[in-house]
Every structure is written in structure tokens, then in C-alpha cells.
């Protein structure tokens, strides 16, 4: 201690002190702003691999330097969570130009969505693929979930997550077979149609309260049979076809003459 | 029965005009026709097996309720309910059908079903009743003395008028507690109490625009483009009538590249950078109009499909709605965050007689 007391007016001092204070400064910024995704550092080879599947995959729609066409748009910036959800999710390479990019099997591997990540990731910057503690529904609330939920989500994609009808043959997609992570990635990036939730619209909290709802939605429904929880299309098809036409039908057995 | 032409007459085809009767024939009854049940013992013994068979999953599915009611412990998970809930309604549910469609089955094929005739009742009663019944009527009012006291006629009719009012008067009243319809030009976004506003360079105070439902203030570089905001006015939650109030003024915000954003002169400080804020009250029948899609800047209402276009002041591209949604009138505070400058310039939500007065 008391060396270091000798050493304060040393003439280095202040390099010293000022270097300490930007390490220190540096390490709580980076604690503070909880950056996604520190283990998806993207090796060269992987750039490369996502580019030669850029290439052979993507590139005619999205131009050969994922610059754009006029067919799709430019994926410079897009972010490599983006990525992840449009190919993890089936929905990238799209089967057809349809006004909706259906949810289809993943035509990638887990190893090349990545690498197409990181590729598209390496052209400019954008949210990155969250890591599984970000994405743990067993950190949320659901409760709060789905205060957020209603103010935010369920007006396209229904109360529980049912999905809904949009414009023109677009739609909002039932979140049943969404992961934690794919939800994540869809409120940060807003594909297609879905606008884009922030940090600033839903904290990072918020985020896996939300995703907690969603998940709590798969659990047994105490109810029976949701006929899709589609509110009164469904449950009125139910009443009406199934319901009253069993009653006339029994009307009709008790009138008819016993043989 | 002998007047009945014979089965089969009117169809054949060669018959002449003159062989149809001027006026429908009651055809009488129908030869009676005996059942399987009634030609053979045999037969009866096994409808009467059949209704018992029925009785007996009637009587089975009971007890098969009742037991599932104390077998299935509820309260340890979801399914337990589900199950418990099943059993019990199935129980109820098919021995109460088993009763019914037994009882049906046995008046069907094994009650007597010979058809008997009853002839119907005149309608009136004979003139001698009616007369008698009016005479009591107004023997009755005479002993009454109503028509010779006119003070007591009155204070009866008095009494019955007002009588239902206690039920009338409440049920009509707490409608609303007021009926004044002037609420409607005014919304939270008019008032800025201690602590809800930001300071505007020009020395002004707006009220805060605050995320829904968690209240947070709303920085102007945090609406990136193609992003969405669920707002209330910032410090609403804490404040009396809260839902009355964010009913009215809930609102929908994003920011739109400016280059695809069409202002017009009049409102051209009413949006910032693009970011614009929009009632989220449907104009047609008051839905939250909230369904955005941020490819189109097509903001769709739920309800009856009434499409606005955001680009372009949130006009009416589709659907029932009549007029653009209201939009509230945005600018950034000295710190950075958005405010409202003023409330709505026109009540928002469906139209109402006094609107436009």
C-alpha cells in the first residue's frame, strides 16, 4: 500500500489512471449492453461456406453480392438474425413468389443456416442470433408476457397465438411451432409484414416475458378441444353444423315411424 | 271412408279433369301398419333388450361420473382437469341421453301406436258463458265504486305509473354519469400533469409519449424505421379513470422512410423524421386498429377490414371506415424524448351526431 501511495505522483501516473478508466469504462459498457451473440463469433471458414451457399442458393433472387433485386430485397445490414429465422424456419430459399413466405421443413442444416448467417452477418452490421440465455422462457414472466403480448401482438397473430388473416393473401402465422429463439429474432428483425419491436418497444425482459406467454400457450389447455382457438369461426362451425345438425337429426329419428 | 277415392287414382295417367274432385278430399288415415314388434313376440323381446341395453349405459355412465369425480384428483396438473371435466360431463352427459333415446325408442317400436281420431273443440265458449262472464265483469266494477270516485282512479294509476321507476330510473341512468358528448374532443394527451411532459425548445411542455403497458418514455432515435409502438401518454397508468382515458387515447406509432412519407403542408410539423402517431381508435365503429404491416404502411382494423395507409396521413384505403384516422401532432422534447405538441385536432373514434358542431 504504501508503494503504491510513493507512486501516485509518478510522472506515468495518469496514463496509468486514464488506461484503468477506459478498461474499467469498456468492461461495464459491455456488461451493461448485454451484447447478443458472443458465441456466434463467425470463424472465415464460415463466411466463406455461407458465401459459396449464398451463392448456389440465394443469389437469384438477392443478387449475387446479396445486394438486392427487383425480385428481393438487399440483404446488406439484415443481420444475421434475420437470417436465422427466415432459413430456420423454412421460409428462405421461398418455394414460390406468394404474396406470404410459408413456414415450410428447413431446406439448411443447423451448420449452414449459421454459416449463411455469418455471411450475411459479415456484409454489415444487424442483430445478431441471441443466445439461449436471452431466448429462456424460464426467465420470463408470463403473466407480464402477456400484458405485452395484448398490446403488442395479438392483434395479428390472436390472443394465444393462433395466427390471423392480413391483407391481400398475407397473413400473420400461428405461433405453435415457433422456438424461443425464432420469436426472439422475429420482434427484432419484423419479417415480411411484422413491423419491428426494439429494445425501446420490448426490453430485452420483455422479450422473454413474451416468449414465455407464447410457450405457456403449448401447455394442456384445460378447456378440451381449442378447435384451433379461433374464436367464433370455428367454435360457430362447431354449433352449428355439428351441434344443430345432431339436433335435427334426432328430431327427425324421433318423428320418423319405427319399422 | 268409403267417399276416398281409391290409392293411386289421381296419379294414373290417363285419367280425364273430370276425375279429379274440385276440392282436396281429406284422404283419411293411413291403413294402420303393425310394426316388427307387434307381429311377433320375438321381435317385441328384442326391442325391449335394445331399450334396456340403452338404460343400462345410461345407468353406467352415472356411476362412471360419479366415480370419475373422486378417482381424478384435481389440482395437480392441467390434464387432471381436463380429464376430471371430461368424465363428469361424459357421465352426465350419456345418461341423460341414454333416457331420452330410450324413452324415444320404446314409445317408437313397442308402445301401442294404433292411430286413434279425436275431433277438435270449437274455439269460443257458448254464448251463454261469454254473457255471464261479462256481466260479472262489470258487476265487479260497479261494487267497486272506481267510476264514482274519480280521486281514487286517479291515485291507483299514479301509483302503478311510477312503481317501476326505482328499476327504470338506475338501469337508465348508470349508462353513463354523464351524457355530455364534448368528452369526446378531449383526450389525455390535452393535459400535462407534474412530471408525465418534456420541454420543448421553444419553452412549451408536451406530454410524453410512453410505451404501453409498461409506461416507459420513448427516445426519438429509438422508433427505427419499420418498427412499431404500442403508446400511451407517458404517466397514465397512475392516474385516476385510467382505462376510461387510455381508451381514447391509445395510439399507434412508427417511423416511415421520409422519402416514401407524403406530408401535407398543413401537417407538416406534425410528424418528426418520419415517426408518425396515430389514433389507434377505428373511425368506423371503434376497434383498436392495430394489424400493421410495414411493408404496405397499411394499418388494418380487425374488426371489418377498414385498411389506412400510414404513408399518406392514414387515409382510408379499404373497408367500411369513412374517415382517416386522427393524427396526434409529434415533436422531440430538449432531452430527446417525444411529446405530443397538442392533443388531437378532431375527436377521435366513430362519428356521433355533435361531431363536426
Known amino acids: 500500500m504504501k508503494a503504491l501511495a510513493a507512486s501516485r505522483r509518478h510522472r506515468l501516473a495518469p496514463v496509468v489512471l486514464l488506461l484503468l478508466a477506459l478498461i474499467l469504462t469498456g468492461v461495464a459498457y459491455s456488461a451493461v449492453t448485454s451484447e447478443p451473440a458472443t458465441a456466434q463469433t463467425a470463424s472465415q471458414e464460415d463466411i466463406e461456406e455461407g458465401e459459396a451457399l449464398f451463392r448456389s442458393n440465394c443469389s437469384t433472387c438477392h443478387g449475387l453480392n446479396a445486394q438486392g433485386t427487383d425480385l428481393a430485397p438487399s440483404l446488406v445490414g439484415v443481420g444475421a438474425a434475420s437470417v436465422h429465422f427466415q432459413v430456420s424456419t423454412g421460409r428462405m430459399p421461398m418455394a414460390n413468389n406468394s404474396p406470404q413466405a410459408e413456414r415450410k421443413d428447413p431446406m439448411m442444416n443447423e451448420e449452414q443456416t449459421y454459416a449463411l448467417a455469418a455471411y450475411v452477418a459479415s456484409l454489415g452490421p444487424g442483430p445478431a442470433i441471441p443466445s439461449a440465455q436471452q431466448v429462456n422462457p424460464e426467465e420470463g414472466n408470463a403473466a407480464a408476457g402477456m400484458e405485452l403480448f395484448r398490446a403488442n401482438c395479438s392483434m395479428c397473430h390472436n390472443a394465444v397465438g393462433a395466427g390471423g388473416a392480413l391483407t391481400e393473401g398475407k397473413v400473420a402465422p400461428p405461433l405453435d411451432q415457433a422456438t424461443p429463439t425464432q420469436i426472439w429474432e422475429a420482434l427484432r428483425t419484423g419479417p415480411q409484414s411484422m413491423p419491428v419491436f426494439n429494445e425501446a418497444a420490448i426490453t430485452d425482459q420483455g422479450a422473454r416475458d413474451v416468449i414465455a406467454y407464447v410457450m405457456e400457450q403449448r401447455e394442456v389447455d384445460p378447456g378440451g378441444i381449442s378447435l384451433g382457438n379461433l374464436g367464433p369461426v370455428s367454435e360457430g362451425f362447431w354449433v352449428w353444423i355439428v351441434g344443430l345438425g345432431g339436433l335435427i337429426g334426432l328430431a327427425v329419428w324421433i318423428g320418423a315411424k319405427s319399422s | ?357
Not at chain 2, 341395453?53 to 352415472?62: E, F, N, T, Y
Not at chain 2, 280521486?151 to 326505482?166: C, D, E, R, S, T
Not at chain 2, 373497408?319 to 415533436?331: V, W, Y
Request: net charge negative.
Open chain 2, 1 to 357: 271412408m268409403s267417399t276416398n277415392p281409391p290409392p293411386g287414382e289421381l296419379t294414373t295417367g290417363g285419367a280425364h279433369a273430370s276425375d279429379v274432385p274440385e276440392q282436396f278430399q281429406d284422404p283419411g288415415l293411413e291403413p294402420h301398419q303393425l310394426r316388427l314388434a307387434d307381429r311377433s313376440e320375438k321381435n317385441a323381446k328384442r326391442v325391449e333388450r335394445q331399450v334396456v341395453a340403452i338404460l343400462i349405459v345410461s345407468v353406467i355412465a352415472s356411476i362412471a361420473g360419479v366415480v370419475g369425480f373422486f378417482a381424478i384428483p384435481v389440482g395437480t396438473t392441467l390434464m387432471d382437469v381436463r380429464l376430471s371435466t371430461l368424465v363428469i360431463g361424459l357421465g352426465l352427459g350419456l345418461g341423460m341421453l341414454g333416457i331420452g333415446l330410450a324413452a324415444a325408442h320404446w314409445a317408437k317400436a313397442l308402445m301401442d301406436n294404433t292411430e286413434r281420431v279425436e275431433k277438435r273443440k270449437p274455439v269460443p265458449s257458448p254464448p251463454e258463458v261469454r254473457e255471464e262472464a261479462v256481466e260479472q265483469i262489470a258487476t265487479g266494477i260497479e261494487e267497486s265504486r272506481i267510476g264514482r270516485r274519480p280521486v281514487l282512479k286517479g291515485a291507483l294509476v299514479g301509483a302503478a305509473a311510477l312503481a317501476p321507476l326505482p328499476f327504470v330510473v338506475p338501469l337508465v341512468g348508470s349508462l353513463s354519469n354523464t351524457w355530455d358528448v364534448n368528452r369526446f374532443r378531449h383526450t389525455a394527451w390535452g393535459d400535462v400533469p407534474e412530471g408525465t411532459g418534456g420541454r420543448l425548445p421553444d419553452g412549451s411542455v408536451g406530454r410524453r409519449l410512453a410505451t404501453d403497458p409498461d409506461d416507459r418514455p420513448i427516445r426519438a432515435a429509438d422508433v427505427t424505421i419499420g418498427s412499431a409502438f404500442a403508446v400511451i401518454p407517458h404517466g397514465l397508468p397512475d392516474e385516476e379513470h385510467y382505462l376510461e382515458e387510455k381508451a381514447k387515447a391509445v395510439v399507434f406509432m412508427t417511423r416511415i422512410d421520409p422519402n416514401e412519407l407524403a406530408v401535407s403542408p398543413e401537417r407538416r410539423d406534425w410528424s418528426y423524421d418520419g415517426i408518425v402517431a396515430y389514433s389507434k381508435v377505428c373511425t368506423h365503429v371503434g376497434c383498436p386498429v392495430a394489424l400493421y404491416e410495414q411493408q404496405t404502411h397499411h394499418l388494418l382494423c380487425p374488426c371489418h377490414q377498414s385498411t389506412f395507409d400510414l404513408a399518406e396521413e392514414a387515409k382510408v384505403v379499404f373497408g367500411p371506415a369513412k374517415r382517416a384516422l386522427p393524427q396526434l401532432p409529434i415533436t422531440v422534447d430538449v432531452d430527446g424524448y417525444l411529446v405530443a405538441r397538442s392533443d388531437f385536432h378532431e375527436p377521435v373514434g366513430p362519428s356521433f351526431w355533435e361531431r363536426d358542431r
